[in-house]
């Protein structure tokens, strides 16, 4: 399996931001943008392995300004990293403001996804080549994200023998 470069699982994605997509403090919904990046982030994964993927995590997202309905949101993304079978994706999201041309970066994500062979079984993914200086510094640094998500895995499900399923007050079914 060959390796491939950052630059071949790139996605680039602009929208508008519209009333309908603003919460009550009329800035872009932290749900829907939390959706896009997915969305662009699986592209980013597909482009890299050329098989089915699925979203084994997401990191974090870190809203770093509000987006506003003056602004055009754009959404870059890209495989930084890879496993044996999984990968990290690194999103990042620039606010522009459309009448001043002023452009932040407004949030940053990082997800993993899994890449799948027909029978849903994690299958091989090629590794990465990064070229420039922040390729190069997210692929040298997702080790320490990588094992900082295997400890946060291994956390969550032994919380998980705590949890319940039934909801106080309603008979289950």
């Known amino acids: 399996m060959n390796a491939k470069y950052c630059r071949e699982s790139r996605v680039v994605r602009t929208n508008r931001v519209f009333q309908s997509d603003v919460n009550s403090h009329n800035t872009l919904f932290g749900g829907r943008l939390m959706s896009d990046?997915?969305?662009?982030?699986?592209?980013s994964a597909l482009r890299h392995c050329r098989t089915n993927c699925v979203t084994a995590s997401t990191d974090s997202v870190d809203f770093l300004f509000p987006i506003q309905?003056?602004?055009?949101?754009?959404?870059?993304?890209?495989?930084?990293?890879?496993?044996s079978s999984s990968i990290e994706i690194f999103v990042k999201?620039?606010?522009?403001?459309?009448?001043?041309g002023e452009r932040k970066i407004a949030a940053t994500a990082f997800l993993t996804f899994v890449g799948v062979d027909e029978n849903k079984r994690p299958a091989r993914v090629p590794e990465v080549?990064?070229?420039?200086?922040?390729?190069?510094?997210?692929?040298?640094?997702?080790?320490d994200r990588a094992r900082i998500r295997k400890e946060k895995k291994e956390k969550s499900k032994a919380w998980s023998k705590f949890y319940t399923t039934a909801i106080p007050g309603i008979d289950s079914v």
């Open 93 to 100: 999201v620039i606010a522009e403001n459309l009448k001043s």
């Open 37 to 43: 990046i997915d969305q662009v982030a699986s592209i």
């Open 129 to 143: 080549i990064p070229e420039t200086e922040e390729e190069r510094t997210l692929n040298e640094t997702a080790p």
């Open 69 to 83: 309905t003056t602004d055009a949101v754009c959404y870059e993304s890209y495989v930084t990293w890879a496993g």
